[in-house]
T-cell receptor
Framework: NAGVTQTPKFRVLKTGQSMTLLCAQD?????MYWYRQDPGMGLRLIHY???????AKGEVPDGYNVSRLKKQNFLLGLESAAPSQTSVYFC????????????FGPGTRLTVT | EDQVTQSPEALRLQEGESSSLNCSYT??????LFWYRQDPGKGPEFLFT???AGEEKEKERLKATLTKKESFLHITAPKPEDSATYLC?????????????FGTGTSLTVIP
């Protein structure tokens, strides 16, 4: 089992460019999440999905879009990148509804210049 | 407003010097409290889940405990390989997304 994987690992964008981050999990988890982690701020939820074809907003959704076309994949898109989106992005997944732990991917370090 | 606060922000210990990390929370309807370990440049790694006050979980040199207002992560006789950032997260209420609220972490350094 690879667990949760993320691509790419690093990316540098110029302001206004777009990109998509890919998350994949092989644990057959229903729920998937995208977080950003910034110094002194902790992990903050951007968007999440409770199943294939569903998405919902988290704490900091502005400037991001997501899609969950397949159960194992969760995509995070930045349509027009801004320097404020410089961060480390983590994807996570959990089993289903209930107090279940979330399993995290290795992260993507994004710099927007 | 649901909040999670971790203290101290940073902790330096000599190898073998036991200590505790604190996670205090103010949430409505705690469903679970989770501890994670995060190494530099990596994603958080799950350690423990605690569900109710009085519960304890142990793994090697780590022991997590839970009261109605806080959780402690006790580290007994730490080794340099225990150096990492330890994150606490709570899941509150019966929200549809099983959303977690994370603290900002305690950075632990164990000196040989």
């Amino acid at each position: 089992n690879a667990g949760v994987t993320q691509t790419p690992k690093f990316r540098v964008l110029k302001t206004g460019q777009s990109m998509t981050l890919l998350c994949a999990q092989d644990m057959n988890h229903e729920y998937m999440y995208w977080y950003r982690q910034d110094p002194g701020m902790g992990l903050r939820l951007i968007h999440y999905s409770v199943g294939e074809g569903t998405t919902a907003k988290g704490e900091v959704p502005d400037g991001y879009n997501v899609s969950r076309l397949k159960k194992q994949n969760f995509l995070l898109g930045l349509e027009s990148a801004a320097p404020s989106q410089t961060s480390v992005y983590f994807c996570a997944s959990s089993y289903r509804q209930g107090a279940y732990e979330q399993y995290f991917g290795p992260g993507t370090r994004l710099t927007v210049t | 407003e649901d909040q999670v606060t971790q203290s101290p922000e940073a902790l330096r210990l000599q190898e073998g010097e036991s200590s505790s990390l604190n996670c205090s929370y103010t949430v409505s309807g705690l469903r679970g409290l989770f501890w994670y370990r995060q190494d530099p440049g990596k994603g958080p790694e799950f350690l423990f889940t605690l569900y109710s006050a009085g519960e304890e979980k142990e793994k090697e040199r780590l022991k997590a405990t839970l009261t109605k207002k806080e959780s402690f992560l006790h580290i007994t006789a730490p080794k340099p390989e225990d150096s990492a950032t330890y994150l606490c997260a709570v899941q509150a209420g019966w929200n549809t997304g099983n959303q977690f609220y994370f603290g900002t972490g305690t950075s632990l350094t164990v000196i040989p």
